[in-house]
């Protein structure tokens, strides 16, 4: 049986605690500063918390410090991550390389921010001392499996969530319009605008579209191929997303690799009290990106979730769908194919009211954008994660045994009970009472003559145990030394090096350091990516020139390396 890691984000420590309880193997949140959602920080205190019940169900906690750093910065960078180490932080995830002669006994995993595309920079990651490597968005199955078959370091692949049109850590052009920096942790989504696509002749292909906005990545349908893969962990996107967004995507995902039987690295089983369902949260619209071929994956600006029919009919200040079997209802939120929504204020028969009367014809496609009944039933579910335990009577003690091998005892007084049967009836229903306890006694075994114990004495009992199980000790294992190795390549900004500690390093690996990363991208190109627009208009072998417009008339070069698929945007 094959062993996965699922792996949620968390926005905060109630994102946190809700990933843990719906299923998650391990999560990842950031600290305070330095990670790469700046609008999703969190406290020492926060974090600490969050480790300490993580760590109960055996769920890993990773902390995301994957901006680049200035000199400035590197020591406060430093002081936090050994905060991190004394609260028992699992691993942090870096980009900057100007962290690897920190002296710590924490495991650092290279963020997907190092642009991890290939064989050789997996080598080189894995070679220098990284344990784990977050592989780029862009590859494929085919890709994967050649990775993982050439190098020894844990493989972490995202499976769900928001997709980057840009390699990641090589997508500049937030910062070359504005001042806010992908690789500082304030993207300001400019992907998400609209633009227009013309030759060099001045014709028009496309006017006024999302062309750099993708669907949300869903891979769903290939977890069994990843899991033979022997991909580590299977990561779901979504830092920024709400705590209902986190309850339903880990629910789905769990019970997915559930039935796939594949180990979990983590303990306890998580009892659900509604089905998960990946179109009635936030969506884009899906995607399977890259994984099996080629395809393309425009419209991804607003959340469209789940389709629900056609327009039928139209009054004045109503409309009608013909519909699945799906039910409308107050609160709901409705998008339409024509980029329109609304709300709806009320439903009377098959008659929809909407907040604000949609400019819809007969046929058009309607989506539900938000579900108004399926998130108060997220709201308030009462899902909870329990840890399987055994309890033995003995004479004179009772010991408990989670499924994680820990044991707890207690001794008591024995008496022999006069009435073993009405006895035998109160230990068995006392001791197998959860309360508000992470434990779940699957079995309760007398194993000695029935003995007296009242029932405030077994309710006593069981929580004392349960209360001894949770102390755990946490010991980090050995952990890898950082050191170079011959890598013998010249570097540009795109190596993103924005201290003396990372120069050095590349130096001490052979490199060449043209420059550091830039302030100034003029004539530069600020974005890779193989989201190709020749390739999506049926350009392929046309010798022709394209230009990117966006909204402001703002003029950008595009450039394509037919040989990989692939296209760069120049400023």
């Known amino acids: 049986m094959k062993e996965c890691e699922l792996l949620a984000p968390a926005k905060d420590k109630t994102c946190a605690f809700a990933a843990i309880d719906f299923g998650a193997d391990a999560i990842y949140i950031a600290a305070e500063k330095f990670g790469a959602r700046k609008a999703a920080g969190n406290s020492i205190e926060d974090i600490k918390e969050v480790?300490?019940?993580?760590?109960?169900?055996?769920?890993?906690?990773?902390v995301t410090l994957n901006t680049i750093l200035t000199d400035d910065e590197l020591n406060e960078a430093k002081n936090l991550i050994k905060e991190l180490e004394n609260i028992h932080v699992d691993a942090i995830i870096i980009q900057d390389f100007g962290l690897l002669n920190l002296d710590c006994k924490i495991p650092f995993h290279a963020s997907t921010q190092c642009d991890i595309e290939t064989v050789e920079k997996v080598k080189f990651l894995e070679d220098i001392g990284?344990?784990?490597?977050?592989?780029?968005?862009?590859?494929?199955?085919?890709?994967?499996?050649?990775?993982?078959?050439?190098?020894?370091?844990?493989?972490?692949?995202?499976?769900h969530g928001a997709l980057c049109v840009s390699y990641s850590?090589?997508?500049?052009?937030?910062?070359a319009i504005g001042s806010r920096s992908a690789n500082r942790g304030d993207c300001a989504q400019p992907c998400r605008k609209k633009y227009s696509l013309i030759d060099d002749e001045g014709n028009v292909i496309a006017k006024d579209k999302p062309l750099l906005a993708l669907k949300d990545f869903n891979a769903s349908k290939y977890l069994k191929d990843l899991v033979e893969a022997n991909v580590t962990s299977f990561k779901i996107e979504g830092r920024l997303k709400d705590v209902n967004y986190v309850k339903n995507v880990v629910a789905f995902y769990r019970k997915k690799l559930d039935e796939l039987n594949v180990r979990r690295t983590s303990f306890g089983k998580s009892y659900f009290d509604f089905e998960p369902d990946l179109n009635k949260s936030f969506n884009r619209g899906f995607s399977e990106h890259f994984l099996n071929g080629r395809k393309n994956?425009?419209?991804?600006?607003n959340s469209r979730g789940e389709y629900l029919g056609k327009v039928e009919d139209i009054g004045k200040n109503f409309f009608v769908i013909k519909k699945n079997n799906e039910n409308i209802s107050s609160g709901d939120g409705l998008w339409f194919d024509i980029d329109a929504g609304c709300l709806v204020n009320k439903v009377v028969g098959d008659k929809i009211y909407p907040n604000k009367m949609p400019k819809i014809h007969l046929g058009t496609n309607v989506y539900r954008s938000y579900?108004?009944?399926?998130?108060?039933?997220?709201?308030?579910?009462?899902?909870?994660?329990?840890?399987?335990?055994?309890?033995?009577?003995?004479?004179?003690k009772i010991i408990a045994t989670d499924e994680m091998g820990n044991c707890a005892e207690l001794t008591y007084d024995f008496e022999p009970a006069k009435n073993e049967q009405s006895m035998k009836e109160k230990i068995l229903s006392c001791l197998k009472k959860s309360g508000d306890?992470?434990?779940?006694?699957?079995?309760?075994?007398?194993k000695t003559q029935i003995p007296f114990l009242p029932v405030s004495k077994l309710n006593a009992i069981r929580k004392d145990l349960y209360k001894q199980l949770e102390k755990r000790e946490f010991k980090y294992g050995k952990r890898k030394v950082f050191k170079p190795v011959n890598l013998?390549?010249?570097?540009?900004?795109?190596?993103?090096?924005?201290?003396?500690?990372?120069?050095?390093?590349?130096?001490?690996?052979?490199?060449k350091i043209e420059e550091w990363a830039l302030t100034d991208y003029k004539d530069r190109c600020v974005m890779r990516t193989k989201h190709c627009l020749k390739y999506a208009f049926n350009l392929c072998g046309k010798d022709k020139k394209l230009y990117l417009v966006d909204e402001k008339g703002k003029k950008y070069n595009l450039k394509f390396d037919c040989k990989n698929c692939q296209m760069q945007i120049f400023f």
């Open 297 to 301: 994956s425009f419209g991804g600006v």
């Open 371 to 396: 579900n108004f009944e399926f998130e108060k039933k997220l709201k308030h579910s009462q899902t909870t994660r329990k840890l399987s335990a055994k309890i033995d009577v003995l004479k004179e």
């Open 169 to 175: 850590g090589q997508c500049y052009l937030s910062r």
């Open 488 to 511: 013998g390549k010249t570097l540009d900004y795109r190596a993103n090096i924005m201290n003396s500690e990372a120069e050095k390093f590349y130096k001490d690996c052979n490199c």
């Open 51 to 62: 480790v300490n019940y993580a760590h109960k169900f055996g769920v890993k906690v990773y």
């Open 437 to 446: 306890s992470i434990y779940k006694a699957e079995e309760v075994n007398i």
């Open 130 to 159: 990284f344990e784990r490597v977050v592989l780029a968005r862009e590859l494929s199955l085919e890709q994967i499996r050649e990775i993982k078959e050439k190098t020894n370091v844990e493989l972490e692949v995202f499976i």
